[in-house]
C-alpha cells in the first residue's frame, strides 16, 4: 500500500521565521518597493540606463510626481501612496501569494513574491491593504493572529470604486497592533533618522524625478552617489551585458566636501533596476582585496557605481532582502573583474596623490580640489572608459609649494574645531583652515 507524506508549508513557519532575517528598515523598504513597483507599471517608466539620463529636477508634466507618505509611532504603521494602486486581478492571482508564480509577469522591483506578505507580517498583527486603480479597486482585513491557524491559505477581498483619476489611484496600508520587537525598536531615538537615510540612498535615482517620500510629514530629499567630475577629470565608464542583464559601471574621485573626501561615503555602490542595493561598500563583496588592493585611509576619495537592468528582475544579483548581493551571479563575477579594471587607474591616481600619508601631493590636491558633483547621466553620456587627467604628470608646472607639518595637542585641536563649528574635521583639514585663516587677516594682499 502506497502511503502518502505531506509536505504542505504551515502558517506559522512563513509568519515566525521568514521575518526573522528582516530588519524592521528592510520591511519597510519592501513596502515602498511595491510603491515604486506599481509606479514604474502604471506610469510605464524605463528602468534601464536611460533612467540615468533623467536630470534630478521636479518632474516635467509629462511625468506627474507620485507620492508615498509613511507614518509610524506605537500606535501603529501606515504608509499611503498615489503610484497606480494594485488591480483587482494581480491582488487574487499575485500580490497575495507567497512566492511568485509567474516570474515572467511585468515588474521591475517585484521579484521573490514574499516582499509585501513578510513585511506586513513583521509590522503586527491587524491589518488593513486598500488600493484602487483607474479600473478597479479593493480592500482586506487581516487578523494575523487568528489567520494563522486557518488551515485556508486565502484573504477575502472587496471590491471597490476604482479612483477617480490617476493622480488619486494607489495604495493604503495600515498596521495596528504593531509587534513587540517593532515597539522596541521604535523606543531607538535614532531609528527614524536611520530610516530617513535608508530611504534617500536607496530611491536616490526615483526621488526627485518621478517620486516623493514623506516620512512622519518630513520630505525626505535624495542622497545621491557621491560622484564627481571637473574639466580636469572625467570619470571611467564601461557596458556589458549578458543573458537578459545589462550592466554600467563607473569610476571616479568623489566630490569634496568641506575641502576633504568623506570616508564613510568612499568604495562601491551597486544598484539594480534603480534601487540601490549596496552602499559604500569596502569590502571583498565588491572586489577589494581580490586581488586588488584592499581598502585603506588613502582610498577615501574613490567612487565606483555598477548599476544592473532587466526587465527580468529575477535575473539581477540581489538576494530576497534587495540589501546585499548574490556573489554566485554570473553577470556579477563578469561585472566584478570590470570593476576592478576600470578601479584601477583612479586608485593609481590617489596612490601618487599619497605617496606616505598624510601629506598630499600638491599637483594632485589641485585637480581634486576643483571636483564638484556630476550627475551619473552624463557620465552615461560621455561613455569615457579611461579616467581623463587634462595634463599628464610629466607636463605640469613645477611645484611651487612645500608641506607644513607639525604636532599639535589634541585638546588644542579640538578647541579650534569647536569654534569653527566643525567637529568631525581631520587634525590636516583643523591646520589648512588655521593656515589660511591666518594668511588673509594677518598678511592681505
Known sequence: MDLVADASPTKRFFISYLVRDLSLEDAIL?????????????????????????????????????????????????????????????????????????????SALGVFGIGMKRALFK????????????????????????????????FQLTTLEPAQGQGTAGTDIEVRELSTEVLLRLDDPRFLVRLADSIAVTYALFLGRFLTVELNGHLISP?????????????????????????????????????????????????????????????????????????????????????????????LPWTTTKRDLNVESEIYQVARKEMASIARPVLTFLNRMYPGEPAEATAERRLAESLKPVDVAQVVSVGQSNLQLVAPRSSRPKRSSVSIQYKAEKHEIDRVRKKIDKPTWSAGAVGRFTFEHYLRTECPE
Open 30 to 106: 519592501d513596502l515602498v518597493d511595491n510603491a515604486v513597483d506599481s509606479l514604474v507599471r502604471t506610469r510605464n517608466l524605463d528602468v534601464s540606463a536611460k533612467l540615468l539620463h533623467i536630470p534630478v529636477a521636479p518632474p516635467s508634466e509629462s511625468v506627474r510626481a507620485a507620492d508615498v507618505r509613511i507614518s509610524i509611532t506605537k500606535g501603529g504603521f501606515r504608509i499611503s501612496d498615489t503610484c497606480g494602486g494594485i488591480g483587482t486581478e494581480r491582488a487574487q492571482k499575485y500580490a497575495f501569494r507567497f512566492g511568485n508564480p509567474d516570474p515572467s509577469f511585468p
Open 123 to 154: 509590522l503586527g498583527n491587524r491589518i488593513a491593504v486598500t488600493s484602487r486603480t483607474v479600473s478597479d479597486g479593493f480592500r482586506t482585513e487581516i487578523d494575523a493572529s487568528t489567520w494563522v491557524d486557518d488551515p485556508v491559505w486565502e
Open 223 to 315: 542622497k545621491a552617489v557621491p560622484l564627481g567630475g571637473s574639466p580636469d577629470i572625467s570619470p571611467v565608464f564601461r557596458s556589458m551585458s549578458l543573458d537578459g542583464v545589462s550592466c554600467d559601471v563607473m569610476a571616479s574621485l568623489a566630490a569634496r566636501e568641506d575641502g576633504e573626501w568623506n570616508a564613510d561615503r568612499a568604495g562601491w555602490y551597486v544598484v539594480c533596476n534603480g534601487r540601490l542595493i549596496v552602499t559604500a561598500d569596502k569590502t571583498k563583496l565588491t572586489g577589494w582585496g581580490l586581488p586588488g588592493p584592499a581598502f585603506v585611509s588613502k582610498y577615501r576619495g574613490f567612487v565606483g557605481v555598477a548599476f544592473f537592468f532587466s526587465s527580468d528582475p529575477a535575473l
